[in-house]
T-cell receptor
Framework: DAGITQSPRYKITETGRQVTLMCHQT?????MFWYRQDLGHGLRLIYY???????DKGEVPDGYVVSRSKTENFPLTLESATRSQTSVYFC???????????FGPGTRLTVT | GENVEQHPSTLSVQEGDSAVIKCTYS??????FPWYKQELGKRPQLIID?????GEKKDQRIAVTLNKTAKHFSLHITETQPEDSAVYFC??????????????FGTGTRLLVSP
């Protein structure tokens, strides 16, 4: 579990501000994911990445931007935060050809 | 579309009883079905998974069964203990139109085991 970390763990920001959530993994996993978790919705995929410089949209990508210049890092940016983006954000990773997916500890984001 | 339904949303049992959580999926091409346990304030943790070439898998008190024809799979916990109390999520693999395998999650079951 220590192989995937997220920062910050808690963040409060104001509507309209840009905020970046960081995700770092030490397993050299090819695939990385961002989910948001909201009551009644389970875990919904925001963006995913199959390798460095390869990213694609998930179920709920609007308002978010990702990049992956290095295999180990997968930052998620909210370009102009809205109250509806208040949520718990989980990063996850998995090795290339296997399906086991492991989650980071999460970031609780509050947009006021 | 891609959909995983999970029932019940809450489940209360007495310690020592069995608990069963059920999920159905819509994509007949799904071939991997993991279950995650999430304790309050913690990350989801993989507890067991099953692939489509297997009908049942067991790990101590936990078992998962898969019925590909009916497109449903279930988590069975026997001899429940208070530490089993958590939210459990099922998931099914879905192939996107770019060929990428991703997981679609159910909405979770809150299991409460009373001493």
């Amino acid at each position: 579990d220590a192989g995937i970390t997220q920062s910050p763990r808690y963040k409060i920001t104001e509507t309209g501000r840009q905020v970046t959530l960081m995700c770092h993994q030490t397993w050299s996993h090819s695939y990385m994911f961002w989910y948001r978790q909201d009551l009644g919705h389970g875990l919904r995929l925001i963006y995913y990445s199959a390798a460095a410089d390869i990213t694609d949209k998930g179920e709920v990508p609007d308002g978010y931007v990702v990049s992956r210049s290095k295999t180990e890092n997968f930052p998620l940016t909210l370009e102009s935060a809205t109250r509806s983006q208040t949520s718990v954000y989980f990063c996850a990773s998995r090795a290339g050809v296997r399906y086991e997916q492991y989650f980071g500890p999460g970031t609780r984001l509050t947009v006021t | 579309g891609e959909n995983v339904e999970q029932h019940p949303s809450t489940l209360s049992v007495q310690e020592g009883d069995s608990a069963v959580i059920k999920c159905t999926y819509s994509d007949s091409a799904s071939n991997y079905f993991p279950w995650y346990k999430q304790e309050l304030g913690k990350r989801p943790q993989l507890i067991i998974d099953i692939r489509s070439n297997v009908g049942e898998k067991k790990d101590q008190r936990i078992a998962v069964t898969l019925n590909k024809t009916a497109k449903h799979f279930s988590l069975h916990i026997t001899e429940t203990q208070p530490e089993d109390s958590a939210v459990y999520f099922c998931a099914a693999s879905i192939q996107s139109n770019t060929g990428f395998q991703k997981l679609v999650f159910g909405t979770g079951t809150r299991l409460l085991v009373s001493p």
